[in-house]
């Protein structure tokens, strides 16, 4: 139970069913109800997440799902005070939601560019700055932010993705300054190449496989676990000491 009696807000955790691909924010969510939180998921992809909940609470757990599109600061302000009527305190806030869409510089387009800094850069700081006052009432909390290993280094295929993620790095880092005598801990995860519902179709082609295989020292590609693992450290009492911090989860990728 490292998670006993906290409340946690997921983003872009509708892919949250047993037997189904799951994505970091699902899988996430299951290692969270296993630990004794009670889930809040949320999604723009309304009828999976729905169901996802419902799953949930027919294994005994507590979990509802919420609309939230993490662009909207509207969004954000109305789901934290369902979440606060509801339960009366915000634990941890799982900053997840993504989008991707590659391609060369020359190729992509404003439109490309301002969905990925909005999804990911605007997406990280609304919620952030949403979570805070709720977290402050009760001395503290866990952010943590999907960021990417393509926040560390440069993305070959995805440079607005890599951008937006790159945002999210030091955007964590410099909220983690501002509040860490709050105890309010912020700190970013950054994931290496992982089957998910977002990379299922590009990374089950045999010759991109193959290219992220070569690219990953330890010779699979990460799964949805792999990530949550490292997010509930993140998100539990374990990890009371770390904030601002960077945590790499990629089977060697960066470390080469
Ligand atoms: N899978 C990988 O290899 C990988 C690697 C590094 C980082 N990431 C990041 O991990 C995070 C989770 O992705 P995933 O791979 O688990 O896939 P996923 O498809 O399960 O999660 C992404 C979710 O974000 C939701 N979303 C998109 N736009 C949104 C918006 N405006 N508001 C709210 N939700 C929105 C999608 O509906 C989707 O459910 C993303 O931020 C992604 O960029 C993924």
Known sequence: MRLKSKIALLTGAAAAIKGELMGFGGAAAHLFVREGAKVILTDIRDDLGERAAAALRADGHDARYLHL???SEQNWAQVIDTVLK????????????GVSFPGKVE???????DRELNVHAKGVFLGTRAAIPAMR???????????????????????????????ITTFTKSAALQYAKENIRINSVHPGYAD?????????????????????????????????????????????????????????????
Do not use: C
């Open 196 to 256: 998910t519902p977002l990379t299922d179709r590009r990374f089950n082609d045999p010759t991109i496989r193959q290219q992220l295989l070569d690219r990953t020292p330890m010779g699979r590609l990460g799964t949805a676990e792999d990530i949550a693992n490292g997010v509930l450290f993140l998100a539990s009492d374990e990890s009371s000491w770390v904030t601002g911090s960077e945590l790499v989860i990629d089977g060697g990728m960066t470390a080469q």
């Open 86 to 97: 509801a339960h009366g305190r915000l634990d941890i806030l799982f900053n997840n939601a």
């Open 137 to 167: 009432k009760n001395g503290g909390g866990s952010i943590i932010n999907t960021s990417s290993v393509m926040g560390i280094v440069g993305s070959p295929t995805s440079p607005a993705y890599s951008a937006a993620k790159g945002a």
């Open 107 to 113: 190729d992509l387009t404003v439109e490309i560019w």
């Open 69 to 71: 599109d993490v662009t």
